[in-house]
């Protein structure tokens, strides 16, 4: 899995959803709030993350309808 800045990604053990800043060789600067609100940073080997989010929502729309429930297909509406 390549990471790129923007992607939210959690700890392969668990813990909450990360935001990735930076990406460089080796790690990922991630950025995240705590539960008192407080923002935390930490640069995170990327063998310990697994993507989470909108990539899930990428891997297939089998039905062929957008997000709105539309057809993909200016056919199918007709």
Do not use: N, Y
């Amino acid at each position: 899995m390549t990471f790129r800045a923007g992607d939210i990604a959690t700890l392969k053990s668990g813990g909450q959803a990360l935001t990735i800043t930076s990406v460089d060789a080796e790690d990922a600067h991630c950025i995240w709030l705590g539960e008192e609100g407080d923002l935390f940073r930490e640069r995170i080997p990327l063998i310990a993350l697994e993507p989470i989010g909108p990539e899930d929502e990428d891997e297939g729309d089998e039905d062929g309808d957008d997000e709105d429930g539309s057809a993909d297909d200016e056919e199918e509406a007709a």
